[in-house]
Protein backbone atom coordinates (compact mmCIF):
# COMPACT_ATOMS: atom_id res chain seq x y z
CA UNK A 1 0.00 0.00 0.00
CA UNK A 2 1.53 3.38 -0.85
CA UNK A 3 2.53 5.49 2.23
CA UNK A 4 0.15 8.82 1.25
CA UNK A 5 -3.15 6.55 0.52
CA UNK A 6 -1.65 4.65 3.90
CA UNK A 7 -2.12 7.50 5.82
CA UNK A 8 -5.48 8.49 4.63
CA UNK A 9 -6.67 5.36 5.65
CA UNK A 10 -5.28 6.09 8.66
CA UNK A 11 -6.46 9.76 9.02
CA UNK A 12 -9.89 8.30 7.91
CA UNK A 13 -9.62 5.40 10.72
CA UNK A 14 -9.16 7.73 13.79
CA UNK A 15 -11.79 10.33 12.60
CA UNK A 16 -14.28 8.05 12.11
CA UNK A 17 -13.27 6.33 15.79
CA UNK A 18 -13.97 9.34 17.64
CA UNK A 19 -16.97 9.95 15.23
CA UNK A 20 -18.38 6.59 16.29
CA UNK A 21 -17.46 6.42 19.69
CA UNK A 22 -19.22 10.02 19.84
CA UNK A 23 -22.51 8.48 18.88
CA UNK A 24 -21.72 5.30 20.87
CA UNK A 25 -22.23 7.40 23.88
CA UNK A 26 -25.24 9.35 23.27
CA UNK A 27 -27.30 6.42 22.64
CA UNK A 28 -30.02 4.02 24.51
CA UNK A 29 -29.54 0.75 25.46
CA UNK A 30 -32.63 0.16 27.22
CA UNK A 31 -34.55 -2.21 24.50
CA UNK A 32 -33.20 -5.67 23.14
CA UNK A 33 -32.80 -6.26 19.22
CA UNK A 34 -35.95 -7.46 18.37
CA UNK A 35 -37.85 -4.97 20.62
CA UNK A 36 -36.31 -2.32 18.79
CA UNK A 37 -36.24 -3.73 15.60
CA UNK A 38 -40.36 -4.67 16.02
CA UNK A 39 -40.64 -0.94 16.52
CA UNK A 40 -38.86 0.01 13.35
CA UNK A 41 -40.73 1.29 10.38
CA UNK A 42 -38.00 0.24 7.99
CA UNK A 43 -37.40 -2.90 9.30
CA UNK A 44 -40.77 -5.24 8.32
CA UNK A 45 -39.06 -7.27 6.16
CA UNK A 46 -36.11 -8.07 8.73
CA UNK A 47 -39.10 -8.74 11.67
CA UNK A 48 -40.66 -10.65 9.66
CA UNK A 49 -38.08 -13.39 8.65
CA UNK A 50 -36.55 -13.01 11.95
CA UNK A 51 -40.40 -14.13 13.45
CA UNK A 52 -40.65 -16.90 10.94
CA UNK A 53 -37.10 -18.25 11.75
CA UNK A 54 -38.10 -18.10 15.47
CA UNK A 55 -35.06 -16.01 16.33
CA UNK A 56 -36.88 -13.44 18.14
CA UNK A 57 -36.44 -14.92 21.24
CA UNK A 58 -32.20 -15.63 20.65
CA UNK A 59 -32.06 -12.40 19.46
CA UNK A 60 -34.40 -10.86 22.63
CA UNK A 61 -32.53 -12.34 25.82
CA UNK A 62 -29.14 -13.80 24.19
CA UNK A 63 -26.05 -11.56 22.58
CA UNK A 64 -24.50 -9.52 22.36
CA UNK A 65 -24.97 -9.91 18.85
CA UNK A 66 -23.88 -6.81 16.15
CA UNK A 67 -26.57 -6.98 13.07
CA UNK A 68 -26.31 -5.83 9.69
CA UNK A 69 -29.65 -5.02 8.95
CA UNK A 70 -30.96 -4.64 5.46
CA UNK A 71 -33.66 -2.05 5.56
CA UNK A 72 -37.18 -2.65 3.63
CA UNK A 73 -35.94 -1.09 0.74
CA UNK A 74 -32.84 -3.18 0.87
CA UNK A 75 -35.12 -6.89 0.63
CA UNK A 76 -37.10 -5.24 -2.25
CA UNK A 77 -33.66 -4.39 -3.96
CA UNK A 78 -32.67 -7.90 -3.61
CA UNK A 79 -36.03 -9.88 -4.71
CA UNK A 80 -39.24 -9.19 -2.19
CA UNK A 81 -40.82 -12.21 -4.21
CA UNK A 82 -37.69 -14.14 -3.09
CA UNK A 83 -38.11 -12.91 0.37
CA UNK A 84 -41.99 -14.08 0.78
CA UNK A 85 -40.84 -17.28 -0.93
CA UNK A 86 -38.39 -17.99 2.04
CA UNK A 87 -40.91 -16.79 4.98
CA UNK A 88 -43.84 -18.64 3.58
CA UNK A 89 -41.81 -21.63 2.58
CA UNK A 90 -42.22 -24.72 4.61
CA UNK A 91 -38.77 -25.03 5.72
CA UNK A 92 -36.60 -22.17 7.36
CA UNK A 93 -33.28 -23.30 6.39
CA UNK A 94 -32.12 -21.19 3.48
CA UNK A 95 -33.75 -18.06 5.26
CA UNK A 96 -32.53 -19.15 8.17
CA UNK A 97 -28.69 -19.40 6.99
CA UNK A 98 -29.83 -15.57 5.17
CA UNK A 99 -30.77 -14.25 8.57
CA UNK A 100 -27.89 -15.78 10.00
CA UNK A 101 -25.47 -14.38 7.53
CA UNK A 102 -26.35 -10.60 8.56
CA UNK A 103 -25.15 -11.26 12.35
CA UNK A 104 -21.71 -11.43 14.13
CA UNK A 105 -21.05 -12.40 17.78
CA UNK A 106 -19.96 -10.03 20.12
CA UNK A 107 -20.60 -5.94 19.83
CA UNK A 108 -19.03 -4.69 17.14
CA UNK A 109 -19.22 -0.69 17.07
CA UNK A 110 -18.12 1.42 13.96
CA UNK A 111 -14.81 2.02 15.77
CA UNK A 112 -13.81 -1.34 16.04
CA UNK A 113 -14.64 -2.46 12.79
CA UNK A 114 -12.86 0.80 11.47
CA UNK A 115 -9.76 -0.08 14.13
CA UNK A 116 -9.79 -3.88 12.68
CA UNK A 117 -9.60 -1.81 9.05
CA UNK A 118 -6.63 -0.01 10.01
CA UNK A 119 -4.60 -2.92 11.66
CA UNK A 120 -5.51 -4.73 8.36
CA UNK A 121 -4.20 -2.34 5.83
CA UNK A 122 -7.71 -1.71 4.90
CA UNK A 123 -9.17 -4.60 5.23
CA UNK A 124 -10.96 -6.57 7.94
CA UNK A 125 -12.64 -9.94 8.07
CA UNK A 126 -15.43 -10.65 10.37
CA UNK A 127 -16.73 -14.36 10.66
CA UNK A 128 -20.87 -14.12 10.83
CA UNK A 129 -22.73 -16.88 13.36
CA UNK A 130 -23.65 -18.67 9.91
CA UNK A 131 -19.85 -19.27 9.93
CA UNK A 132 -18.75 -17.46 6.28
CA UNK A 133 -16.73 -14.68 6.96
CA UNK A 134 -17.75 -10.84 5.35
CA UNK A 135 -15.14 -8.13 4.38
CA UNK A 136 -15.41 -4.74 5.58
CA UNK A 137 -13.18 -1.98 3.58
CA UNK A 138 -13.63 1.45 3.01
CA UNK A 139 -14.99 2.81 -0.28
CA UNK A 140 -14.71 6.63 0.32
CA UNK A 141 -16.77 7.65 4.07
CA UNK A 142 -18.72 4.49 3.53
CA UNK A 143 -17.87 1.27 5.40
CA UNK A 144 -18.73 -1.84 2.81
CA UNK A 145 -18.88 -5.15 3.75
CA UNK A 146 -18.81 -7.76 0.90
CA UNK A 147 -19.58 -11.28 1.26
CA UNK A 148 -17.75 -14.34 -0.34
CA UNK A 149 -19.79 -13.62 -4.16
CA UNK A 150 -18.95 -10.41 -4.48
CA UNK A 151 -21.98 -8.59 -3.60
CA UNK A 152 -21.50 -5.58 -1.63
CA UNK A 153 -23.61 -3.84 1.20
CA UNK A 154 -22.74 -0.09 2.49
CA UNK A 155 -23.34 0.47 5.60
CA UNK A 156 -26.08 3.51 6.50
CA UNK A 157 -26.95 3.98 9.82
CA UNK A 158 -24.15 2.77 12.38
CA UNK A 159 -24.14 2.13 15.79
CA UNK A 160 -28.03 1.76 16.69
CA UNK A 161 -26.79 0.28 20.20
CA UNK A 162 -28.99 -2.11 22.06
CA UNK A 163 -29.39 -3.66 25.41
CA UNK A 164 -27.81 -6.63 24.08
CA UNK A 165 -26.03 -5.84 21.02
CA UNK A 166 -25.20 -3.17 17.77
CA UNK A 167 -26.93 -2.56 14.86
CA UNK A 168 -25.63 -1.54 11.39
CA UNK A 169 -28.42 -0.66 8.66
CA UNK A 170 -26.89 -1.52 5.09
CA UNK A 171 -28.78 -1.22 2.01
CA UNK A 172 -28.09 -4.36 0.55
CA UNK A 173 -28.70 -7.87 1.56
CA UNK A 174 -25.42 -10.35 1.72
CA UNK A 175 -25.91 -13.26 0.82
CA UNK A 176 -24.48 -16.82 2.28
CA UNK A 177 -24.91 -19.08 -0.67
CA UNK A 178 -26.39 -18.28 -4.39
CA UNK A 179 -30.28 -17.47 -4.62
Request: with cysteine; hydrophobic share 40%; proline share 2%.
Amino acid sequence: MKAPFKKALLGLCFAFTFSALAQETNSSETKSITQNTIESNTHKILMAAVKATKMDDILDKSGPFTVFAPSDKAFEKFSSTKMEELINSKDKTELKSLLTYHIVAGNLSASKILRAMCKGNGKASFTTIQGKKLIAQMDGYDIVLTDHLGNTARITAADVNQKNGVIHEIDSVILPSQM
